[in-house]
Each structure stands twice: as C-alpha cells, then as structure tokens.
C-alpha cells in the first residue's frame, strides 16, 4: 500500500496574525472617534505655548523656546558648537542700526559730553580753592596789620597759596646771607603767624636781582638765594613750634623777577624772600 503524503500547510498568514490585525484596527477607529469627539481650546492652548517661550527663550542668538538655538536645540552636539556661540555673542541683532557714521557721531557726543563735564568740574574746583586763598589771604593780613608789618611785608595769593614777601634788603645785607639782628623781630611775629595759618606746606624762597655775584662765600646768585632761604628757614625752625616736616626751602636766584632788573628800584624789589603758605585744597600737598 503506498504511502500517504503528509498534509501541506495551509497557504497565507497565521490565523492569530489576522486577529491581531483586527484589533489594532479596532483601537484605531476607537482614538480617531475620541479625537473627533473632542475640543481644543485655541486661546489656552496660545497662552501654554507662549508661557513656554518664556520660560525656555534664554538666549537671543537661540530660539525662543526649545527649538534650534546654537545652545538650546542642538542637543549633545552643543558642546561641540560652544565656539560658534561665543564667536556669535555681540553682534548686532538683525535689524540693529550698524552705520559706522552714527557711531562715529555717537562716540564723537559722548567724548564731547564727558569733556565738558570734566572741564566743568576743574573750573569748579579752581573757584573753590581761590575762594579758600582769598579767605585765608584776608586773615593773614588782619593779622599782619596787628602786628604792624604792612610796611614790611606785602602780602599775594593764587589758587595754592598766600605769600608773605620780605624785602631783602631788610632781612639781609647786600651779597650777605646772615639775617640783620633788626630783623629778627619780625620774624618771630612772622612766625607766630605761620603757627596759626599755617596747616599745611610752608615753603620759603630766596630771590636775588640780575646782577652777577662772585665772591669768597658765594659762587653765583643761586647760592645767594638758597643760603637766604636757608637762613630763613633754621630761625623760623628754632624760634617757633612750626612742624618741620611743614618746611621747605629753595633758592630762585634770579630767574622768578618781580620787577624790572633794568633800574635800581626794580632790582631792590626783587632782591626778596618768599614765604608761601599753602592751602589744604592745594594741589601741592
């Protein structure tokens, strides 16, 4: 008896794949009816995404929520673009005006503005420190004309100081550096107001006329004028409580003239000794 062939399985896909089909189907048509059956508030679903945008938009080179900024929607590859975000950060964003005439003009109104302001403040402050010479000026003369030395010494301010000027011929006798005993009194007096108005630098400065000096205690009239200043200044630091870190002295010689050095009244004039009293608003301290 020959024998029977096995049966062949029957043609296309499984029985189960076919349901399974159905089912998938089934759940298809069951959402896209639940879709179809529902509403979608427009203006709530606006205000959502813009509080995204907010909340999300960081950087202006970047999108305004999570989109495709260099930082924001490159995801791992960001830290591969950093450079690209630097390079990018300061530049002018579309739209901006970048004219380089109106910025040339916009520095040009700033520069001018910032001059103006400063000169202003300079002007200011020169007017301030003239008013406090002048104030100290008018204090140093009533105290001068106490003491009766109008006739002995004048009396000069600027912005930094008040000067006292004695007459060298007075202090000194000609192409000398020794102080006259006549003078002495005045000095002390000179003194005692120097203790009272003197708050800050005191400088004395000895003044010769133009007509050359040479003989065995002085080379010039350099010399002449700093060993009068000197003098000048050890009586004032022996025979008063000045502050000797107050007190400086220098020589001029013939170079600071006063008064014309073509007559004899000119050169006794300038042959002086300067006691200048600075201010505490002096830019000399």
């Known amino acids: 008896m020959p024998k029977r062939k096995e049966d062949a399985p029957a043609p296309g896909a499984p029985a189960?794949?076919?349901?399974?089909?159905d089912l998938m189907n089934l759940l298809l048509c069951f959402f896209v009816l639940l879709f179809s059956m529902s509403t979608v508030d427009v203006e709530k679903y606006?205000?959502?995404?813009?509080?995204?945008?907010?909340?999300?938009?960081?950087?202006?080179?970047?999108?305004?929520?999570?989109?495709?900024g260099v930082l924001i929607g490159n995801g791992v590859s960001q830290l591969n673009e950093l450079d690209q975000y630097f390079n990018s950060?300061?530049?002018?964003?579309?739209?901006?005006?970048t004219n380089d005439?109106?910025?040339d003009n916009t520095s040009d109104v700033i520069t001018n503005t910032n001059t103006e302001q400063v000169q202003e403040l300079i002007d200011t402050l020169e007017a301030k420190k003239l008013q406090e010479s002048e104030e100290l000026a008018e204090k140093v003369a009533e105290a001068v004309t106490e003491n009766n030395l109008d006739g002995e010494i004048d009396i000069d301010f600027t912005s930094e100081y008040v000067s006292l000027?004695?007459?060298g011929t007075f202090v000194f006798a000609s192409g000398s550096a020794d102080i006259k005993k006549a003078a002495y009194s005045t000095l002390d007096k000179v003194g005692m107001i120097l203790e009272k108005y003197g708050k800050s630098i005191i400088e004395i400065e000895g003044h010769t006329d133009n007509v050359p000096i040479s003989n065995a205690q002085f080379a010039n009239n350099n010399e002449l004028s700093s060993f009068r200043a000197l003098a000048v200044f050890d009586y004032l630091l022996f025979n008063s409580n000045l502050d000797p870190a107050k007190l400086k002295h220098s020589g001029r010689g013939e170079y600071v003239p006063i008064a014309d050095n073509s007559t004899e009244a000119g050169r006794a004039i300038n042959r002086r000794v300067e006691i200048k009293i600075y201010h505490m608003?002096?830019?000399?301290?």
């Open 16 to 21: 189960w794949m076919a349901t399974f089909g």
């Open 46 to 68: 606006e205000l959502v995404v813009a509080s995204f945008s907010d909340t999300f938009g960081i950087f202006s080179d970047g999108s305004t929520a999570l989109g495709e």
């Open 89 to 97: 950060m300061g530049k002018a964003a579309e739209g901006d005006v």
């Open 101 to 103: 005439d109106s910025i």
């Open 165 to 167: 000027t004695l007459k």
């Open 281 to 285: 608003l002096s830019s000399y301290q």
